[in-house]
């Protein structure tokens, strides 16, 4: 078994339950290590801190799956996977309360589930995966047999991204990878509304369930308002502000098929009446906005702007100039819903983001409300870095 040693003074993170080993953070590498081996980590004394798996040349080397010296086996996937399935059962996923029938969710949330890089959704009966590093590459039959021994889905579905899996030296899977392959779409029921996605559209594993709390809250408040949603994808919030009794509802987003799903899933769910679809830059939709007297409530969800800690200083201006186009899209005395997904950038620094471009549109913004995550992205308390998603709502005025 290779055999990686810390360096003093970068024990206390790993010892405390941080899942990951920074390389420089290691000493010496013992054992003739590759790509994808199971190594054991020790301290400077050699005590055990746990087994974990090996990526070279990475930033992240070791990735930490046990805390003792136990083997990262077949068994270890088994139990944490159904123990992930007891927590969602927990939280009431999947439900069939009649109004808010939902049977998609994520299964398997990576570190916040004690399998490092593994990311499991559920949609219905069919399972999508991204394994997105070589080590958990190497172990997919024995993640696979452990999906089916726990739940039995009628197909597995791979969709690791491409440049993850070229960064981390192997080919990714492409479609479905085990059961049925006459799978076409991803087609489930979140919150009693239905979709239907095609598997061309290849966004992430084909959805954002991270967002069902915020999408709720945006039900609630969308009454008697016009409503922009940029950035819509599939329209998911959209959808929601429609059924919340919305009195008009945009959706915009540059993706043609994006756009066209969101439009059928709308007819499907009979709200196509109420919502119009846009294909557009978001920037653009703002500025549009802007000089037609804003919307009620605005909802701002960019992609990713910091993928990286590197990336931060850039996307900190990058989120500003956003949350003044957005405040300029909102009514005075409307509602503004600005996000982030890039785990670089905390809550704080969202926040001031939002007041720096309130105050460049000559607006003020007075938060009421946060979100984050829901309880199926769980984050390990030793691990900040899992905290990704945050959402501001505030009421904008002129100042």
Same mark, same amino acid.
């Given at each position: 078994?290779?055999?990686?040693?810390?360096?003093?003074?970068?024990?206390?993170? +790993?010892?405390?339950?941080?899942?990951?080993?920074?390389?420089?953070?290691?000493?010496?590498?013992?054992?003739?290590?590759v790509?994808?081996?199971?190594?054991?980590?020790?301290?400077?004394?050699?005590?055990?801190l746990?087994?974990?798996l090996?990526?070279p040349?990475?930033?992240?080397? $070791?990735?930490?799956?046990?805390?003792?010296?136990?083997?990262?086996d077949?068994?270890?996937f088994? %139990? %944490?996977? *159904?123990?992930?399935?007891?927590?969602r059962?927990?939280?009431?996923? #999947?439900?069939?309360?009649?109004?808010?029938?939902?049977?998609?969710?994520?299964?398997?949330? &990576? =570190?916040?589930?004690?399998l490092?890089?593994?990311?499991?959704?559920?949609?219905?009966?069919?399972?999508?995966?991204?394994?997105?590093?070589?080590? +958990?590459?190497?172990?997919?039959?024995?993640?696979?047999?452990?999906?089916?021994?726990?739940?039995?889905?009628?197909?597995?579905?791979?969709?690791?991204?491409?440049?993850?899996?070229?960064? =981390?030296?192997f080919?990714?899977?492409?479609?479905?990878?085990?059961?049925?392959?006459?799978?076409?779409?991803?087609?489930f029921?979140?919150?009693?509304?239905?979709?239907?996605?095609? @598997?061309?559209?290849?966004?992430?594993?084909?959805?954002?369930?991270?967002?069902?709390?915020?999408?709720?809250?945006?039900e609630?408040?969308?009454?008697?308002?016009?409503?922009?949603?940029?950035?819509?994808?599939?329209?998911?919030?959209?959808? &929601?502000?429609?059924?919340?009794?919305a009195?008009?509802? $945009?959706?915009?987003?540059e993706?043609?098929?994006?756009? *066209?799903?969101?439009? =059928?899933?709308?007819?499907?769910?009979g709200?196509?009446?109420?919502?119009?679809?846009?294909?557009?830059d978001?920037?653009q939709?703002?500025q549009?906005?802007?000089?037609?007297?804003?919307?009620? @409530?605005?909802?701002?969800?960019?992609?990713?702007?910091?993928?990286?800690?590197? &990336?931060?200083?850039?996307?900190?201006?990058?989120?500003?100039?956003?949350?003044s186009?957005?405040? %300029?899209?909102?009514k005075?005395?409307?509602?503004?819903?600005?996000?982030?997904?890039?785990?670089?950038?905390?809550?704080?620094?969202?926040?001031?983001?939002?007041?720096?471009?309130?105050?460049?549109?000559?607006?003020?913004?007075m938060?009421f409300?946060?979100?984050?995550?829901?309880?199926?992205?769980?984050?390990?308390?030793?691990? #900040?870095?899992?905290?990704?998603?945050?959402?501001?709502?505030?009421?904008?005025d002129?100042?």
């Amino acid at each position: 078994m290779p055999i990686v040693t810390l360096k003093p003074g970068h024990v206390r993170p +790993v010892w405390s339950g941080h899942p990951w080993v920074f390389a420089q953070a290691i000493a010496r590498i013992e054992g003739g290590a590759v790509a994808g081996d199971e190594v054991t980590v020790v301290d400077p004394h050699g005590t055990i801190l746990g087994r974990g798996l090996y990526t070279p040349r990475s930033a992240i080397p $070791v990735r930490l799956f046990t805390r003792d010296d136990s083997p990262i086996d077949g068994a270890v996937f088994r %139990r %944490r996977i *159904e123990r992930a399935l007891a927590h969602r059962r927990e939280l009431g996923l #999947p439900s069939a309360a009649a109004g808010h029938e939902t049977d998609a969710f994520r299964l398997v949330h &990576a =570190e916040g589930d004690g399998l490092p890089s593994l990311i499991i959704d559920m949609f219905a009966d069919v399972a999508v995966v991204q394994l997105n590093t070589i080590g +958990v590459k190497l172990r997919e039959g024995v993640v696979f047999d452990a999906l089916q021994a726990t739940l039995a889905p009628r197909a597995i579905i791979d969709r690791t991204p491409a440049m993850q899996a070229k960064m =981390e030296g192997f080919t990714p899977g492409v479609g479905v990878v085990r059961g049925d392959t006459g799978v076409d779409a991803l087609r489930f029921h979140e919150r009693g509304l239905r979709y239907e996605i095609p @598997l061309s559209l290849t966004q992430k594993t084909g959805f954002y369930f991270d967002q069902r709390a915020l999408r709720a809250r945006i039900e609630q408040l969308a009454r008697g308002r016009r409503v922009l949603d940029a950035y819509s994808f599939v329209g998911s919030f959209a959808m &929601a502000a429609a059924r919340g009794g919305a009195t008009e509802v $945009v959706a915009v987003d540059e993706s043609a098929i994006a756009i *066209e799903i969101g439009a =059928e899933c709308a007819r499907i769910n009979g709200l196509s009446d109420r919502i119009k679809h846009v294909r557009e830059d978001a920037k653009q939709a703002f500025q549009d906005a802007s000089t037609r007297g804003g919307f009620d @409530l605005v909802i701002c969800d960019p992609p990713k702007l910091a993928p990286s800690r590197g &990336a931060k200083d850039g996307a900190l201006g990058a989120y500003a100039r956003l949350a003044s186009a957005a405040c %300029r899209a909102t009514k005075p005395g409307g509602v503004l819903v600005f996000c982030s997904c890039s785990s670089a950038v905390s809550l704080d620094d969202l926040t001031r983001a939002l007041a720096l471009g309130a105050r460049d549109a000559r607006m003020s913004a007075m938060v009421f409300d946060r979100h984050f995550q829901g309880g199926d992205h769980p984050v390990p308390a030793a691990f #900040p870095e899992g905290l990704y998603l945050k959402a501001l709502i505030a009421r904008v005025d002129a100042i």
